[in-house]
Nanobody
């Protein structure tokens, strides 16, 4: 059974930075972060393969967000820089035991709110 516990998030002004953390237990192949803004569908933001280190990003966050992992701590991080008001959303840590395809993520954290003010 995979369990995910998130931390981080909060409120920041546009241009600021935040870091999200996600501690996992259980076997996973890929870890990722998704977000969902009010009235919008959930979207994949970033993902990292635990075994290869390959990373994947949504076009909207490339160059601003960085996903990284510390396998010794079973923790994945999402460093978010140059934040924009449109980054405001509930952010969810997710895990996949299959691949880093956005559709294969089946384990979810409880979510953490990120609010960016202009």
């Amino acid at each position: 059974q995979v369990q995910l516990v998130e931390s981080g998030g909060g409120s920041v002004q546009a241009g600021g930075s935040l870091r999200l953390s996600c501690a996992r237990s259980g076997f996973t192949y890929c870890m990722g972060w998704f977000r969902q803004a009010p009235g919008k569908e959930r979207e994949g933001v970033a993902a990292i393969s635990i075994y290869t280190g390959d990373t994947y990003y949504a076009d909207s966050v490339k160059g601003r967000f960085t996903i990284s992992g510390d396998n010794a701590k079973n923790t994945v991080y999402l460093q978010m820089n140059s934040l924009k008001p449109e980054d405001t959303a509930m952010y969810y840590c997710a895990a996949s035991s299959v691949s880093c395809n956005w559709r294969h993520f089946g384990y979810w954290g409880q979510g953490t709110q990120v609010t960016v003010s202009s």
